[in-house]
């Protein structure tokens, strides 16, 4: 039975402005055991299925194949509620939409919804407070979506990265023109850069200041998703085979052809500003003193099943990529199959960095295990959860993914049932072949539904 539970400026890509203040780490010799630096690295809309370390032959993801080969790769992450705005609050608090009023892209830190409790700035311990509180210093850097990017130093609506501060603004998918606010609330603003790469080295000036406090930076990167707009020397993916759950000969095969080589020239943009960056950590001598990830919002549908965009359950749209390196703790190669969200990535981090966990957090700490623990706990299902479908219905639908299955239900009955291990492209819907499986799944759903206080209406 399931139990429930909860750039060196010289090196190519990587450009420099000057943003935050230089200098270089200090530390001194006499001071005591500090914390690991953080760096977490989040695309947007990057699926795991379209990446080489996750099966993907067509993907070119040479840095992320290497980076999951020298730690871990998580082969179970979803994105709990596939839409940006609802993972990023997850991420910043370790709590679900349901409890942050982030249900959907249209929500707001200071707009809940009707019948549903709101998020109230300070209300709830968030990321970038906790690791202050613990004595780090908190940057910033690219995409925010949370809310003005023109808040100061100090205001509750940045979380608690008041130590360094690059949030872009409008045009927020624009990749070749960039628009941020700094540290002092200036626009910074220029053109013919690949965005990425100029984010990557907003987030070296941070990580380069002269300050003896470990660093925990965020680097939020806009592609791969819409427009796709790869830079010109990723337009090579013209000859791609399509995934066998596109139907054929309609609007989604003709999107697809036309949208996927994008998708994938993107995808391999970044992998190459990854490896720049890495190798910019190496090269300060920063590597082994540092926990890196790399993960993804959400997913894109792509056309698969007629859908275009995210917010659906299957795979291409929940499943995401969840890497991570700390070289001399993490086992290389190693691999975390147990179901992985956005909620549980807060205290997540906090464990591995050996900072208290504060009261009010939902998520599942993991990382007993990722040290290597055996037998520490693990998490047999990712609850997951989307409202106000227009696709669907109001109410929209609720799941859970195991480390081997996919299941979601609407409100009025079972919708999907995949075996993502044997048929990872889910041509096979187990429903009626499977009763006891998916009355089993069912049941775990509406039990987690009702532990975690969410409801239909």
């Known amino acids: 039975m399931l139990r429930s539970g909860a750039a060196l400026a010289a090196l190519p890509g990587v450009l420099a402005p000057g943003a935050f203040a230089l200098g270089a780490r200090q530390d001194s010799a006499d001071a005591p055991p500090r914390h690991p630096n953080v760096l977490f690295v989040l695309a947007d809309s990057h699926r795991a299925i379209s990446t080489g370390c996750y099966g993907d032959p067509q993907a070119i993801t040479p840095h992320l194949d290497a980076f999951a080969g020298e730690g871990m790769r998580f082969s179970s992450a979803v994105a709990n509620t596939p839409l940006c705005r609802p993972y990023r609050a997850s991420l910043m608090t370790g709590t679900w939409g349901h409890r942050n009023g982030m249900l959907t892209n249209v929500s707001d830190i200071n707009f809940g919804v009707e019948g549903r409790r709101q998020w109230t700035p300070g209300e709830l311990p968030t990321l970038g407070e906790t690791f202050r509180a613990a004595g780090y210093r908190c940057g910033y850097v690219g995409k925010w979506h949370l809310g003005s990017a023109f808040t100061q130093p100090g205001d509750p609506l940045r979380f608690g990265f008041h130590d360094g501060w690059a949030a872009a603004i409008h045009p927020v998918h624009d990749y070749y023109r960039w628009n941020y606010v700094d540290q002092q609330g200036e626009t910074i603003s220029g ?22 406090r470990p660093f925990f930076c965020v680097l939020s990167w806009g592609p791969p998703h819409d427009p796709f707009a790869p830079p010109e020397e990723y337009l090579h993916y013209d000859d791609m085979t399509l995934p066998p759950n596109i139907p054929r000969g309609g609007d989604a095969e003709r999107i697809a052809r036309e949208e996927l080589p994008l998708y994938y020239g993107l995808v391999e943009a970044l992998d190459h ?46 499943g995401v990529p969840f890497l991570l ?3 001399g703790h993490v086992e290389p190669g190693s691999v975390m199959r147990s179901p992985f969200g956005a909620p549980d990535v807060f205290p997540t981090l906090l464990g591995l960095a050996g900072v208290e966990r504060p009261a009010g957090i939902d998520g599942f700490d993991l990382s007993a295990r990722i040290l290597g623990r055996n037998a520490a706990p693990d998490q047999q299902a990712a609850y997951l959860a989307a409202w106000d479908v227009r696709a669907i219905s109001a109410e929209g639908w609720r799941g859970v993914r195991t480390e081997r299955y996919l299941y979601a239900r609407r409100a009025d009955k079972p919708w999907m049932l995949f075996d993502l291990v044997d048929d990872p492209w889910q041509l096979n819907d187990l429903r009626k072949d499977q009763i006891p499986l998916r009355k089993e799944l069912d049941g775990l759903t509406l039990e987690l539904m009702e532990k975690l206080g969410d409801r239909w209406s």
């Open 191 to 212: 053109q013919g850069a690949f965005r990425p790469a100029m984010e990557a080295g907003l987030a070296l000036d941070f990580i380069d200041a002269d300050d003896e």
């Open 273 to 318: 500003e990854f490896g720049a960056l890495l190798q910019a950590l190496e090269a300060r001598g920063l590597a082994d003193d540092t926990i890196v990830v790399y993960a993804s919002d959400h997913g894109n549908m792509m056309g698969a099943f007629n859908y275009l965009g995210k917010e659906m359950p299957y795979h291409e749209s929940t």
């Open 325 to 327: 390196r700390w070289p």
